[in-house]
C-alpha cells in the first residue's frame, strides 16, 4: 500500500478495512430484491412468520423479480 495511504491516520483505517467490503449486485433489480429480503427477515424476527416460511416467500418472490 502507498505510503500516503499507510502515514494518514484516516486513510490507514479506511485501507484496513477494505479486505471486509462487499460490492450489491450491481442489477437494476437490486434495490427491489433487498426490499423483499429485508421485509421477509423482518417478518421472521418479530413472529409474523417462521424463518422457513418468510426464507420461501422471499425466495419465490425474488426468482419472480429475477425472470422479468
Do not use: C
Amino acid at each position: 500500500m502507498a505510503p500516503e495511504i499507510l502515514n494518514d491516520k484516516f486513510a490507514s483505517v479506511l485501507a484496513s478495512q477494505l479486505p471486509y467490503g462487499k460490492v450489491e449486485p450491481q442489477i437494476p433489480q437490486w434495490p427491489e430484491i433487498m426490499d423483499v429480503f429485508t421485509t421477509s427477515l423482518q417478518e421472521a424476527i418479530v413472529g409474523m412468520k417462521t424463518p422457513e416460511d418468510a426464507l420461501a416467500e422471499a425466495h419465490e418472490r425474488i426468482n419472480a423479480i429475477l425472470a422479468r
